[in-house]
Each structure stands twice: as C-alpha cells, then as structure tokens.
C-alpha cells in the first residue's frame, strides 16, 4: 500500500484548480496525469531576462524587460500580422507584433496612451525594433520582478508556458515534506537540499545541486527497486531443469556456433539447472545469433519436459520468430505455434487447449501469450526478445503465470553502455555475444547532405533496377510525432509517384493487418522499396535488402543508429548505409555521425553516444527514450548511479534494510517513483 503521506501526490491532475476535460488531453499528452508528474515536468532551460531603461541598452535578440508607452494600434492589411507601435522613456518605437488572432488580448492588454511592461526578445523588423509575441505584459514592473529568470517547460499542443508553470506551482503547494532517504553522509559531502526544497529550486533558476539531488532520488529508486527484485528472485522456487540433448542432437543447423554462443548457451544451461529462476540477459548486437542461442535454450526446456515462450515486441516480429524457429528445428520434431492479438474465436480455442495439454512445446507470440486466458501445461521457459520495449514490471507479471516460477531469458540488442546496463538490468546475469558468426562484410557507411536527395533517389532507382532491395527511414521523434508523421507519408508519396507500386510504407499507427501486409510485400521480394519510422528497428530479416537511407539521422541516437543499420548486410552482398544530414547539425551531432562511418561496433558506438550526449548536447537527451529514467539525463546517470547502486546495498545490507528510520523513507521513495513492485516482491516472497 502507498504510504498515505503520498496521497496528495497522486491525485488527480483534474484536482487541479483550472485544469478541465479540455487541458486534460494536452497534459496527457505530457505524460502529465497526477500532481506528482508535474513536480516532475522539469524545464528544459531557463530564460534570462534583462531590465533595461531604454531599448539602445538592449542587444538584438535579447531577452529583455523594459517600460513601452503605446502609441497606436496597427490594425493589419489583409492577412498580415497585428502591430501595437509604442515607445520608450526616451522615444525609440518599437513595434510589438501578434501573429494569428492574438490581436483581442493585445489591444485589451497594451491600450493606447498607457505605458505597460514588457518582457519578450528584442528584433528588428525592416528599420524598426520589433517583439513578436510578448511573453508577459504586466501594469507594473513589481509584476514582472519574478520573470527575470523563467523556466522554459516542454509544451503540447493547447498549451502554453504560463499555463503549465502555474500548474506546477500549485503542485508544489500541495506537496508535503518528505522523510529523508539519502544517506546523510553523502547528502552532506554534496551539499544538496532536501526534497521538497530541491523540487522547489529545479523550477526555479538553473541549480545544478538541486537538480542533481532530484536525479539521485530517481536513480537510487531503481537501485533499490532492482535490488529488491533480485533478493526476492534468490528465494523464489524455480524449476530446476536437466536437458539430455536428444532433441539439441537432432538440431541441423547450417552453421557451427560461434564461441560466443556456445558459451552463453553453457552459461544459459547451467542457470536452468539451479532450483532458483533463472534471470538472464542475453545481449548481442544485430545479427550475432540471439535467435539460435533462444532456440537452444527452449529445447532445454522442452528436453526436460516444459514448454518455452517466445515473446516478441510485435507481430510481424513475433511471426517471423516463428517460422524462423520452425525451420531451425524442423528434424526436432519440436511443435511450435504462433498466438498474437489477432487470433480470435476456434482457432484460438483450439490453440489454447493443445497449449493446455501440452501439445504445444514453443509458444512464440506477442504479449498476448500472456493474458489471462491463456494457461500452460508447464511452462518452464520464458524468452523475452527485444527486452527495452518491457518494463521490469512486466517482466515480474509474466513470470507470475506459472505455479513454479519459470527461468527468464532476456534478449537484446540494443547496445547500451554498461553504466546504463546496470540501470536497466541491474537484477540479471549478462551474458554477451560479443563475436560475430563469420563472413559478416562491413556496411559501407556514408553521411550525405540533404541536398543531394535528388542523387540519393536516382541511386535508389539503379539499386532496385538491379533487383535489390532498399530501405528508407524517416525519423518519428516523439515531440512531433505528427508533423514527423506527416513528413514520412510525404516522402511515401514522393518516392511511389517515382517508382510505383513497389513502394511499400510501415508506420506504428498503421492497422497491424495493413502492417503486416506491407511487410509481407517487401519481404517476398515484390516490393523493392520500403519506406519505414523507426518499427522495423528490431529485427525485421531480408537479406536482399542491401541500402539503407536514413533521413535526418542527426535526430536519432546512435544506438538506434546502430540498431536500423543492421537491418542491411545481412546476406553475403555488399550493402550500404546513407544518412542524410540536414543543414543545421551541431559539432556533436556531426561527430556523432562520423562515429557511424567509422565503426561497427554497437557497444562502442553506445559508450561514445554517452560520452558526446553527457557533454551537454541538449537537443535529444531527454526524450530520447533510451533509459529508464526520466529525471536523471546522460552526464547523471554515469556520475550518480554508480553511487545509487553502493548506497542501495549499503541500506539493504548495513543499516538495516526497509524497516529501519531511513528504509521507511526510501520505501516512500520507491512509491513516488513507482518502483514499489519491489516492495511488493519482498512482502510477498
Ligand atoms: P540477432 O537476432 O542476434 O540479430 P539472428 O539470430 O537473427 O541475429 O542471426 C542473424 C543471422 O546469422 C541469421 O541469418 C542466422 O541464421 C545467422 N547465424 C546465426 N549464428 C550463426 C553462426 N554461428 N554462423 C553463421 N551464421 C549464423
Ligand atoms: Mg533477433
């Protein structure tokens, strides 16, 4: 149960004074949903104002605060925009422009004849100042003394920064001290404020210690949380499981194993052989060989009498699991069935008995393996591929089906750091696929500038002209996903008006029946080109597709990157990796993109992305989605969770675990930032 003290946090963001159906869906979009997000709605950066007597002090471009007396009212011609002209205590004009229909509030706000301070940036317009869009107009200067340092948040659709800072102003009204769960040492030594005061200071001003503090909190939340989980996993009862190979000897596959996945395979074997569950990442980059590493690892399971799972991110995935799979095991005489969302009615039924009976020995499907409905005979393996796009939440839920908790294989390929990978898998064993199955050539890697589309284009027309196969991504970030989506449909269009019916489009908000029909088409061969967002970063396989074309690559982290080139240089053909820049890219963002011509190593490129990103590059840190956290960003996570990390055990195991003074606070913690399934574990265990 969550601490009551907690309750003001949790409540509601319509319990909020001016918040109605109407605000609702914008902050939601935010991810703003109770009190407690917007204490978390942290800005991205603070603008500076300057005070200044006559506009001749101010520089263009400066964001200033200065005195204006309204001279006229501009009334617009034709479309154009509004303009209220006025002046300064010395007589320089200024025009103050509105855009839109602005002009109501404007002309109520800035009255002829009065004098009215104004906060915006100052720019020039022809041969006069101009302010588009003041940020505050005010009667009085004492009403714009707060405004010299304002935090700027990021925004939806429908609303606006006023709007949102008093919203979380409110929050921090209603927000109440709370114990605290820091060691005191360490608070000391880094002289941070305690919660409520730090929460209070973030909105404030720039303040690196408060920030900090407000980071450290969420990163020893998931320390802990982690902690917790694997202390509960030690005690649970698993099912030890002793393969005899007979099924692993009919296996014929085209290959030798690499090392790499013959150790992991032993080190997979040997897990499952323990009485408590196995909790295992298998982490490789794409192309290494997972999937025959999982397939090992589930005849195991089915050698000694169970059934695996195979749970994939999605349904074209789930599916190419499947026949991928059946095809490797075909001389096994192993019966492996596909379950994905779609499946309804007899069919289903059917399914789910023989799944019941144990008819079934593999079950490859997306999370619709694991609802309710569905039950097992003795499901003794569960294989996670794709791990990131599951919560640890999740992951604790799934492996709740069966009466003895079943041996966890988590699969990924996204390399991260390993700072981060204590983060996110902090509770499992790692075991990597470091070494790459022989003949893999090196994909020609080259940054192209955004002019030379017209180029890009005719290459692609020689290239499936020549009955290759090709891929074009567009990025889908998620600030703008509709404008981003809206520019990919835009460059669908473009591309099909040239080459026709063999353009193909995936997007995530496409039906999964037209999604799948799509990537049908390009993985038979009839289509040559497929215009994609970011869905087929996980492992889609076409061995003919031997071009990849990324737009705006600087938008994307290097990771993922990463992760969308290796859809190409799976066949034994040269392939080739074109990232488009735009003009604008930032000195980081170019050396990020020479990283990705130089090198091939994913788990590289992820130490590097982290080092350039930590180095203060702004633009997409924070949401880029690729940690757990949302407080904490790059540079925090490698200097505070190590200390997260020490600081946990250091609880658990020296001052006295979750019952002692400063456990009850830290299992506060883990209630506000929602990592209390820990907590849950440790009861119920
Ligand atoms: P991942 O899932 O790790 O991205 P896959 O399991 O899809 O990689 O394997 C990529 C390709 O490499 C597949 O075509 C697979 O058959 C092949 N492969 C896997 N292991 C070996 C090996 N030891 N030697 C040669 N080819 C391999
Ligand atoms: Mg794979």
Redo the contacts with the bound molecule.
């Keep these: 149960m969550r601490p009551d003290l907690l309750n003001p946090l949790f409540a509601e963001a319509t319990s909020l004074k001016g918040v109605g159906a109407g605000l609702a869906r914008p902050l939601d979009k935010l991810g703003l949903t109770r009190v407690r997000d917007f204490l978390y709605h942290l800005p991205d950066r603070f603008v500076q104002r300057r005070a200044v007597q006559t506009l001749d002090e101010a520089a263009l471009g400066e964001q200033i605060i200065v005195a204006l007396t309204v001279l006229e009212h501009r009334q617009p011609a034709g479309r154009g925009p509004f303009r209220v002209i006025a002046q300064d205590s010395v007589g320089n004009h200024v025009a103050i422009t509105y855009f839109g229909r602005a002009s109501y509030t404007a002309k109520k706000s800035l009255p002829v004849g009065e004098t009215r301070w104004v906060a915006g940036r100052l720019d020039q317009f022809g041969q006069t100042w101009q302010i588009v869009h003041p940020d505050h107009v005010s009667e009085d200067s004492a009403g714009l003394q707060g405004h010299l340092t304002e935090a700027v948040y990021p925004l939806s659709e429908g609303l606006t920064q006023g709007r949102i800072a008093s919203l979380i102003h409110q929050s921090l009204g209603q927000a109440p001290r709370l114990p605290e769960w820091i060691e005191p040492g360490l608070l000391a030594r880094e002289e941070w404020p305690a919660w409520h005061e730090a929460l209070a200071r973030t909105h404030q001003a720039p303040d690196k210690r408060a920030r900090d503090r407000l980071a450290y909190d969420e990163l020893f939340a998931n320390a802990l949380a982690l902690m917790l989980v694997r202390a509960a996993n030690r005690t649970r009862a698993g099912q030890p499981l002793h393969g005899d190979g007979h099924l692993r000897a009919k296996l014929n596959?085209?290959?030798?194993?690499?090392g790499a996945?013959s150790r992991s395979i032993a080190e997979i074997e040997s897990d499952m052989a323990q009485g408590s569950p196995m909790l295992r990442l298998l982490q490789?980059?794409?192309?290494?060989?997972?999937?025959?590493?999982?397939l090992h690892a589930m005849l195991v399971a089915v050698e000694a009498g169970g059934q695996a799972a195979l749970l994939a991110p999605t349904e074209i995935l789930a599916r190419q699991h499947a026949d991928?799979l059946a095809r490797?095991a075909r001389g096994t005489g192993v019966n492996i069935a596909l379950l994905t969302g779609r499946d309804k009615g007899r069919a289903r039924e059917a399914l789910l008995m023989n799944l019941l009976d144990g008819g079934i020995d593999i079950l490859v499907g997306t999370h619709a393996i694991f609802q309710d409905s569905v039950a097992y005979r003795n499901l003794a393996l569960v294989v996670i591929?794709e791990q990131h796009r599951f919560g640890v939440g999740q992951r604790l839920m799934l492996t709740q089906k069966a009466r003895r908790t079943p041996h966890c294989l988590a699969?990924t390929?996204t390399p991260i750091p390993r700072t981060l990978t204590l983060a996110q898998y902090g509770e499992m064993e790692v075991s990597r696929?470091d070494e790459m199955?022989?003949?893999r050539q090196a994909i020609d890697t080259r940054v192209v500038a955004q002019e030379r589309l017209a180029d890009v284009i005719d290459g692609i027309g020689r290239h499936i002209a020549a009955g290759h196969q090709a891929y074009w991504v567009c990025p889908m970030v998620r600030e703008a996903e509709n404008e981003d989506l809206a520019a990919a449909e835009a460059r669908h269009a473009m591309l099909a008006e040239r080459f026709g019916e063999r353009v193909v489009m995936v997007h995530g908000q496409m039906r999964p029946e037209a999604k799948d029909a799509a990537m049908e088409r390009f993985a038979s061969g009839e289509a040559s080109l497929l215009v994609a967002t970011t869905v087929i970063e996980v492992?889609v396989?076409v061995?003919n597709a031997t071009l990849m074309v990324i737009e705006q690559a600087e938008r994307f982290g290097l990771a993922q990157l990463h992760q969308l080139r290796?859809r190409v240089g799976?066949g034994s053909q040269k392939s080739t990796c074109l990232l488009l820049r735009g003009d604008m890219v930032s000195k980081v963002g170019r050396e990020r993109l020479a990283l990705m011509r130089e090198t091939q190593d994913g788990f590289l490129l992820a130490e590097e992305d982290l080092r350039l990103r930590g180095g203060g590059e702004l633009l997409g840190t924070r949401q880029s989605g690729d940690t757990p956290f949302r407080v904490a960003d790059f540079e925090q996570i490698a200097n505070l969770l190590p200390i997260a990390h020490d600081d946990a055990r250091l609880l658990m195991e020296r001052d006295g675990g979750l019952s002692s003074p400063r456990g009850e606070a830290a299992r506060v913690l883990l209630y506000l930032f929602e990592r209390d399934w820990g907590v849950q574990l440790l009861r119920g265990g």
């Design positions: 596959l085209p290959f030798a194993l690499t996945q490789g980059d794409v192309g290494s060989g997972k999937t025959a590493v999982a991928t490797m591929d699969m390929a696929l199955p022989p003949g492992g396989d061995p290796g799976r």
